[in-house]
């Protein structure tokens, strides 16, 4: 039974591009959440898809979107990257109101 | 506003002795508590949780948990440490039933733990 999978592993782009960072749930799961984990802090959660809805947001700028595809898997995209972007970025899925399951994480590194 | 806290940011044992770690939450509501562990650069992994009914409760790695409504904490415990243990602890909460930013999961600062041989 696979667990919450992402991708890329790492990545690394300048000031102003755009990012995309992809998860897939674990089986069974039909609600993806994803945070950001700056480093030396807790997790601070960014926002949390269900029936590819955004459910639920933390306080992030606009410039933070995501989507949910009808296989529950998500991506969460980044437009206009600030160097304070950089971060371990953890995807964690869910069954509904359920506890959270983490990825790996994708570690941003913006220049 | 809700909140969890972790009040040491670092604790040192040595192998063998026994392992508490602090968490304090501050929500309207009793929450539903967890407590994560996370490598250098990886992702978190679960490591008990608590929703109701028994304040103590056991998870993986021999580590347990005491829900204490009266302090609201939720300390981590651990009786005999290993070397392995070595890692980032979370503590986190999620709002109970019928609370606010459902699916929210609020972290601590997170403990880093050393283990001393």
């Known amino acids: 039974d696979a667990g919450v999978t992402q991708s890329p592993t790492h990545l690394i782009k300048t000031r102003g591009q755009q990012v995309t960072l992809r998860c897939s749930p674990k089986?069974?799961?039909?609600?993806v959440s994803w945070y950001q984990q700056a480093l030396g802090q807790g997790p601070q959660f960014i926002f949390q898809y269900y029936e590819e809805e955004e459910r639920q947001r933390g306080n992030f700028p606009d410039r933070f979107s995501g989507h949910q595809f009808p296989n529950y898997s998500s991506e969460l995209n980044v437009n206009a990257l600030l160097l304070g972007d950089s971060a371990l970025y953890l995807c964690?899925?869910?069954?509904?109101?359920?506890?959270?399951?983490f990825g790996p994480g994708t570690r941003l590194t913006v220049l | 506003a809700q909140s969890v806290t972790q009040p040491d940011i670092h604790i040192t044992v040595s192998e063998g002795a026994s392992l508490e770690l602090r968490c304090n939450y501050s929500?309207?509501?009793?929450?539903?508590l967890f407590w994560y562990v996370q490598s250098p650069g990886q992702g978190l992994q679960l490591l008990l949780k608590y929703f109701s009914g028994d304040t103590l409760v056991q998870g993986i790695k021999g580590f347990e948990a005491e829900f204490k409504r009266s302090q609201s904490s939720f300390n981590l415990r651990k009786p005999s440490v290993h070397w392995i243990d070595a890692d980032e602890y979370f503590c986190?909460?999620?709002?109970?039933?019928?609370?606010?930013?459902?699916?929210?999961?609020?972290f601590g600062q997170g403990t880093i733990l050393t283990v001393h041989p």
């Open positions: 089986s069974g799961h039909d609600t």
């Open positions: 929500y309207g509501a009793t929450p539903y």
């Open positions: 964690a899925s869910s069954l509904s109101w359920g506890t959270q399951f």
């Open positions: 986190a909460a999620l709002p109970g039933a019928g609370g606010t930013s459902y699916g929210k999961l609020t």
